[in-house]
Each structure stands twice: as C-alpha cells, then as structure tokens.
C-alpha cells in the first residue's frame, strides 16, 4: 500500500517498532521529494551537507528498511547501482542508456493485457512489468 506522506510513514514505521532519526527522515522526505529515482550515492551527495556525519553505507542501510517497509521501491535495471522510487503508484519507466535517467509514464490501456494474457492461459494474473529503453530528449539533442 502506498504512504500517502512522510508522516504517515514515518507513522507506520514507529507501529513497526522502528525508530526515528533525523537522518532517516531526511532520506525519505528527500526520496519522497524527487522524480529522478536517485541511486544511494545520489542521496548522499544531496544529504550530507546537511548530515556530515551520514555515510553511503547508513543511506542505504536505511533504504533497504523502507523498501522492506513497502514504502520504497528499488529498481534494478541494467548492471548499474540500484536506483530508488517512492512513488508506488502503477507507472512504467523510461530508461536512458546513454546518462541512465529514468522518466515516469502512464499507460492504464496495458491493464488490458493482464486481462488477454488471463483469457488466453487461464492465469489468475497478479501483476506484469515493462520497461522502455532508449535516449532521453535530453541525450538526443547532444548527439
Ligand atoms: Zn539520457
Ligand atoms: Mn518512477
């Protein structure tokens, strides 16, 4: 189920016996904040400003909680570090192979191929992922 806001995370993590740190709100509200899927490091560099102390280790430590929480997804596309989402809405991804960007998109009309795939093999169908590969707008005007 998805978090509707960082307090009503955090919130439900505290009910989970897990306890609150500044830094560990600062990564998710930094995580809830951003539309660019940053990796651990991203995070990092954004954070540790304000975190001297933080390390890549305690960021990603503390992302392996959340996304064992159910409030974070982790996606692994390519051979790359593993990139981050907390938006859990039903969306598809975009991938750049050139800088490794990713872009959000909707697409509702492919829930019809949940409904042919159960038609056609008798699944009770759970779920499905796609993901697009290709060169952002911004990589394809530098070529
Ligand atoms: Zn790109
Ligand atoms: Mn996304």
């Known amino acids: 189920m998805a978090a509707a806001s960082v307090s009503q995370a955090l919130e439900q993590l505290k009910m989970n016996g897990v306890r ?15 539309k660019s899927h940053p990796t651990a490091d991203e995070i990092y560099k954004a954070l ?7 390390s890549v280790a305690t960021i990603y430590n503390n992302l392996r909680l959340f996304v064992d929480a159910g409030f974070v997804r982790e996606l692994t596309y390519g051979d790359d570090s593993s990139r981050f989402d907390a938006d859990l809405s039903d969306h598809y991804h975009a991938i750049c192979k050139h ?9 509702p009309p492919l829930l019809d191929v949940e409904q042919a795939a159960s038609n056609i093999t ?5 779920g499905h992922r796609m993901e697009i590969y290709g060169v952002c707008s911004d990589c394809s005007v530098k070529q």
């Open 20 to 34: 609150m740190t500044p830094q560990r709100h600062a990564i998710l509200s930094y995580l809830m904040g951003v």
């Open 48 to 54: 540790s400003p304000n975190f001297p102390s933080m």
């Open 99 to 107: 800088c490794g960007q990713i872009v959000d998109f909707h697409y």
């Open 122 to 126: 008798g699944f009770v169908v759970e």
